[in-house]
């Protein structure tokens, strides 16, 4: 139960950054919407098999529970931060500065 209760909340996190940011979307040409989807959702993916895997596996190396996650939660960070660098610049050059806004 939980677990759709933040699929629904992410969804509607997305359908609400959409609908804010429609006018700066409608800019876009066919193959920018693409390219710049394609950025978001490999970022995403990347960042998910960092989190997941890495975090996991480094985390497990404490004996401490209180440890492993404060491990776990320094390597979400971590790689969120690591994650939006790339991806600003990839949508800069694919969307011809017209995302990310600042």
């Known amino acids: ?3 759709f209760i933040i699929i629904a909340y992410c969804i509607f996190v997305a359908i609400n950054l959409i ?9 876009l040409t066919a193959k920018q919407l693409i390219l710049a989807s394609f950025a978001y959702l490999s970022m995403v993916f990347l960042g998910f098999i960092c989190i997941y895997y890495g975090g996991n596996w480094f ?3 404490f004996s401490s529970r209180f440890l492993q ?3 776990f939660i320094l390597i979400i960070i971590i790689t ?13 050059r694919v ?4 995302f990310p806004k600042n």
Not at 80 to 92: A, E, F, T, V, Y
Not at 95 to 98: F, K, L, W
């Open 80 to 92: 969120i931060s690591l994650c939006q660098w790339p991806l600003k610049k990839i949508l800069n």
């Open 69 to 71: 996650l404060v491990v």
């Open 1 to 3: 139960m939980f677990t």
């Open 19 to 27: 609908h804010k940011n429609r006018e700066s979307i409608r800019q």
């Open 95 to 98: 969307t011809s500065g017209i």
């Open 59 to 61: 985390a497990v190396q």
